[in-house]
T-cell receptor
């Protein structure tokens, strides 16, 4: 089977940096993605790591270590609008299926 | 530019009734997915399709059927609805496999089975 583990909740203050970790176990691994979902809304794509290393997109960065089956999402210069749920997802079965973790709720306070 | 459109947005069903949820995408994507989202459970994959005429089971397929007769449409059917199927259903599509490209989501269908 497959499983993804990420913390259920993280809290931080505006301007801070927060890291959301994700460990995975899956067959036919095909990369790690991150999605953001605001309350009641549709998930939206943030980043993808197919190879080991760091990918940076503005205030957000994502990291992957395939040997450790581990990745993280790094959010810098936090803003109130970053309060949302964040999901890691893996391409499973050689990438034909996209499987999500249970999500991490990030609360940013002033 | 519509992207992924789900129909309907809300529905209340009685136990035992049937219904079909429609997902339509206008991006010519090969891959399409149906998920359900319940509190604390994240997004769980119900069924998916890797191209027109193909379907495959995901993590929680029981009680659901799907069809992909046209590339742009992916239908999710509930033959005999049960209260346990009360959930928010999301459809998504992507150009390439497994998250290597962005998956686009519809706005969701909020289904209540009473």
């Amino acid at each position: 089977g497959q499983s993804l583990e990420q913390p259920s909740e993280v809290t931080a203050v505006e301007g801070a940096i927060v890291q959301i970790n994700c460990t995975y176990q899956t067959s036919g691994f095909y990369g790690l993605s991150w999605y953001q979902q605001h309350d009641g809304g549709a998930p939206t794509f943030l980043s993808y790591n197919g190879l080991d290393g760091l990918e940076e997109t503005g205030r957000f960065s994502s990291f992957l270590s395939r040997s450790d089956s581990y990745g993280y999402l790094l959010l810098q210069e936090l803003q109130m609008k970053d309060s949302a749920s964040y999901f890691c997802a893996v391409g499973h079965q050689a990438g034909t299926a996209l499987i999500f973790g249970k999500g991490t709720t990030l609360s940013v306070s002033s | 530019n519509a992207g992924v459109t789900q129909t309907p947005k809300f529905r209340v069903l009685k136990t035992g009734q049937s219904m079909t949820l429609l997902c339509a995408q206008d991006m010519n994507h090969e891959y399409m997915y149906w998920y359900r989202q319940d509190p604390g459970m994240g997004l769980r994959l119900i069924h998916y399709s890797v191209g027109e005429g193909t379907t495959a089971k995901g993590e929680v397929p029981d009680g659901y059927n799907v069809s992909r007769l046209k590339k742009q449409n992916f239908l999710l059917g509930l033959e005999s609805a049960a209260p346990s199927q009360t959930s928010v259903y999301f459809c998504a599509s992507s150009r390439d496999r497994g998250g290597s490209t962005e998956a686009f989501f519809g706005q969701g269908t909020r289904l209540t089975v009473v």
